[in-house]
């Protein structure tokens, strides 16, 4: 049964390096669920977070919806966060992050030290590691936080002393938001946890009841 509104709208933001499309198999199993989505795609590496975030506020301004959730992936969930420093005034709807480096990345850290890596990392990633996320209020929105246990990925060579649980990229603790409404671990990787169907699950409760399913 549906039980979406016609006027909630879901916008889906990928992380660093990742195309829009592989957003694909999340925002359809969303799809399914009765919501509308968007992915919105941004330029992760070239251009920092404060002006991603007033590109974003431009696309969303546009949305011809009453309800507007957003859903980020990793570095998305960082710019979603910036969306609301900087153009808090947002339409009503609730935030997910997924594998998102709330605290930082300690593999982020360690790559940054090298010049080819800190230009790879992109502007983002600079302001992220700079500190200043850590000083911007919480979002007023109910927010949900997933994150992975799944150790799998190219961080845990990169930086073999990654704390566990991780997702192969991100310690469960880099990924905490104190004041979210809800968290959540699930046994998927970092990059994994957009081709889930129990992710997706658990997704779509949230923004739908402002809980996860326990």
Not at 6 to 16: C, D, I, S
Not at 95 to 118: D, F, N, Q, Y
Not at 146 to 162: Q, V
Request: aromatic residues 8%; charged residues 20%; glycine residues 10%.
């Amino acid at each position: 049964m549906n039980l979406v509104s016609k006027n909630e709208t879901v916008v889906l933001l990928h992380g660093l390096w990742l195309p829009a499309y592989c957003l694909w198999p999340l925002a359809r199993r969303l799809e399914c669920r009765g919501f509308a989505v968007h992915r919105y795609a941004y330029a992760s590496v070239r251009v920092d977070l404060t002006t991603n975030a007033a590109r974003l506020a431009r696309f969303l301004s546009e949305i011809d919806a009453d309800c507007v959730h957003l859903v980020g992936h990793s570095l998305g969930g960082v710019l979603i966060r910036a969306l609301f420093h900087d153009h808090p005034d947002q339409k009503p709807g609730r935030i997910v992050t997924l594998g998102t480096p709330h605290g930082g990345s300690r593999v982020a850290r360690h790559l940054s030290r090298h010049v080819l890596w800190r230009r790879a990392l992109g502007r983002g990633v600079a302001q992220l590691l700079s500190g200043d996320v850590h000083d911007w209020a919480l979002p007023a929105r109910e927010i949900g936080v997933i994150s992975g246990t799944h150790s799998f990925g190219m961080g845990r060579f990169l930086y073999p002393g990654l704390p566990r649980p991780n997702d192969g990229l991100l310690a469960g603790e880099e990924c905490a938001l104190p004041g979210a409404r809800d968290s959540l671990a699930l046994p998927v990787s970092h990059t994994g946890m957009l081709f889930s169907r129990r992710v997706a699950i658990q997704l779509g409760h949230f923004l739908q009841h402002g809980m996860f399913e326990r």
